[in-house]
């Protein structure tokens, strides 16, 4: 078996690490545009702090668009894409969540390409357009969970079209990637559980599914055991920055892990879900669908569900993988239904019409390929609490 292993993203690791932007930035140019959301930056200091590096480096042109919110929309990029092209900026800074990252990725390609941010997107059919160009981005998050820092992966949503679906291109790759786990220490209690089961739920579907990297699959069992150890300590002592510093390791190794092995049925039936109800958020969405999803998945797959059982404590059995999430999520205070986060019984057909004419392309890869009938009945035990 011959597997590829490409990482072209620089990463500067550790608590201080944010006062390297404005040194790594001048590799760029002169003029930045800085993209994040509209308050946590502002409040924890982290922007401040930005901003003095970019200006000690002698960037002392910065635009700002801080309008980014959770469960991003094409919008979002198309606004701060144009203001990009009009005001003739060097390189892009994203400083957040995975939201604000997955929008600074975009906005590089749009910007720098004809057409708009949904013209990118991957149907199953593949993209309208394909990016030829783009300026270079630094993505500093603020969470512990996405992993965007280090993929090639853009989440957007069309609050229209009620669709949530991907950009995924070599050129949406960042140029650099500034972790400082000390920007994560002002995330509050559900944030820091719903980020980082977002990263273990990469962690688990990259690892489980139907490729196969064997080089990549050694950084989802890393991410697995930290997390186990580490999410529970980060959600009882907030400022310890030892907790903090493995959760943003584990999050950047399994967002490594999915650029190469990809996420599979859990996700895809996530996305629909958050792009009706946006007040939920991914990572939320995660953990409702994750124990349904892998009742299903663990036949198909067995010898990795029963190494995942065992990586979070379990009796080193395929099943005992749904065990070891449901014990979990109550241990992080996740464990909950679709119904319980507003999804109405009477949209579960809508939801899984979405996932197949979305998202089919990821069944091929997912331990057990479903049927339309097997995603609804997912979607129906998740609302209902039924495993």
């Known amino acids: 078996m011959v597997v590829n292993f490409y990482r072209p993203v620089e990463v500067f690791f550790g608590e201080g690490a944010l006062s390297k932007v404005g040194e790594v930035g001048r590799r760029f140019g002169f003029k930045a545009l800085v993209i994040t959301g509209k308050k946590s930056a502002k409040k924890s200091g982290a922007l401040d702090k930005l901003f003095e590096s970019l200006k000690h ?51 590089s390609i749009v910007s720098s390409n004809e057409g708009s941010a949904w013209d990118y997107v991957k149907y199953p059919e593949g993209p309208r357009l394909i990016p ?59 944030l820091t559980a719903i980020t980082g089961f977002d990263a273990l739920t990469h962690a688990l579907e ?12 050694e950084y989802s069992i890393r991410a697995i055991e930290l997390i186990r150890k580490w999410l529970p300590v980060a959600l009882e002592e907030p400022e310890n920055i030892t907790a903090r510093r493995w959760m943003s390791y584990a999050s950047m190794l399994a967002g490594i892990a999915i650029d190469h092995l990809g996420v ?10 958050s792009a009706h109800y946006p007040h939920v958020a991914h990572g939320e969405g995660l953990a409702i669908l994750a124990p349904y999803v892998t009742a299903f998945n663990y036949k198909g797959n067995p010898e990795k569900y029963a190494l995942f059982a065992k990586l979070m404590g379990e009796e080193e059995k395929p099943h005992k993988a749904v065990d070891a999430l449901v014990k979990f999520l109550e241990k992080i205070g996740l464990l909950k239904t679709l119904k319980d986060v507003g999804v109405e019984e ?16 990821s069944f091929l890869i997912n331990p057990v390929e479903p049927t339309l009938d097997d995603v609804r009945n997912i979607y129906e035990r998740a609302y209902k609490g039924e495993l």
Not at 89 to 103: E, N, R, Y
Not at 150 to 178: C, G
Not at 206 to 217: D, G, H, I, K, Q
């Open 346 to 361: 009477d949209m579960i057909d809508r939801l899984t019409e979405d996932v197949y004419m979305l998202s089919r392309h």
């Open 132 to 190: 030829y160009l783009n300026r270079p981005v630094i993505c500093i998050p603020t969470t512990a969970g996405t992993g965007s820092e280090v993929n090639r992966f853009s989440v957007i949503t069309n609050p229209i079209r009620k669709e949530k679906l991907v950009i995924s291109h070599s050129l949406n790759y960042p140029k650099v990637a500034i972790v400082d786990p000390s920007l994560t220490l002002t995330m509050d209690r559900k």
């Open 264 to 273: 599979a049925l859990i996700h895809s039936l996530e996305h629909p879900v």
């Open 57 to 107: 480096h002698g960037i002392q042109e910065i635009v700002l668009y801080d309008k980014v919110e959770p469960n991003p929309v094409d919008k979002m990029v198309n606004e701060a894409s144009e203001i990009a092209v009009k005001e003739k900026v060097d390189f892009i800074v994203g400083l957040g969540g995975g939201s604000a990252l997955d929008v600074a990725k975009a906005v």
């Open 206 to 217: 990259s690892l489980t599914n139907r490729v196969e990297n064997f080089m990549a699959e």
